[in-house]
């Protein structure tokens, strides 16, 4: 078997197909697989879940966290409300109502499950195992609308609204910050260097780690390390990732940006919730996203940023392009194993 092979079984073994009963009993370590086939920044996975009687808690791993890109965590406790969303659908094909709450005290998600004879797997369920960040380019088709309205009110949540780009205009004032914020980025040796640390240069180290960004996923070529670090100052430059997300935001059907009024974890929880349910909707409909969010990450732009987008003291917290194209390679999972707390 080649390499490509055995990365794309292990990515498919983590997304069969889950447990659906109304047996009124529950198996939490199928809820917790759904859970981690959420997305999560880097695919670092920073998540921890806790299994008590009638509860999961959705809990930080700070070992993970990204103090460069990510210095306040928020993207972190985005990641963990990803993780939420996808349980909450996971308890309902197993016949259970999930309510999730943020709690402060625990410092993550607290998912209280009950048995419920109405709950059932529903369309947002099946695209579990089909969603994926699809950070190709898109074939420049547009959403018709009756699908547009499907995905906003997806990604319509507690305090939490999506406003959708599509003209071309719009697009190309996005593409001039995304550009900002890639050279902001690219140039700057602590944000590469936390970069460089999560890129699997090669599918053996992808497969061994069970994290981070594959080279697989982007369709970049598979290299031995001691080669790739060679020559990564040469290939990751932001020239190249300029052009790159320029004819990638071109090729979208538009965009959608995640709008909330508080900025704190229970907030950021609540984004994650709402991007991972829209991009499962958009999964259902066949239409792929995936994250342009540099003009959010790079302080400098935000506030400008946000004045364009006329937002009143409200914050954009992340932003997706989507569109159409084929699926690409799917990324890998760690062992659930690796992140159930054992006591
Ligand atoms: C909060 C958050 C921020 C992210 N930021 C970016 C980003 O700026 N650029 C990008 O290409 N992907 C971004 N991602 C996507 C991750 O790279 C992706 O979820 C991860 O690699 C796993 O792949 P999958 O979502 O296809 O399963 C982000 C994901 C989350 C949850």
Known sequence: MSLNEKHDKAAKNIRRPGTERADGTLDTKELIRYATLAASSHNTQPWKFRIRQDTISILPDYSRRCPVVD??????FKSLGCATENLIHAAAAQGFFANAQFDPSEDGVIVTLRSDPSAHASDLYQAITQRQC???SYDGSLVDEPELKLLQEAGTGEGIRTLLMLSEAQKETLIDYVSKGNTAQLTNKSFRDELVSWIRFNHGEALRTGDGLSGRT????????????LIIGLVLTAKKQVDTDAINIRSSAGIAVFISTRNDKAAWVEAGRAYQRFALQATAL??????INQPIEVLTLRPGFEKWLNLNGEHALLMVRFGHSQLAPFSQRRSIDDVIIKH
Do not use: E
């Open 218 to 229: 982007s369709g970049n070529p598979s290299l031995p390390s001691w080669l790739a670090k």
């Open 286 to 291: 066949n239409i792929r996203t995936a994250f």
């Open 134 to 136: 699809t950070k190709i």
């Open 71 to 76: 210095p306040d965590d928020s993207h972190l």
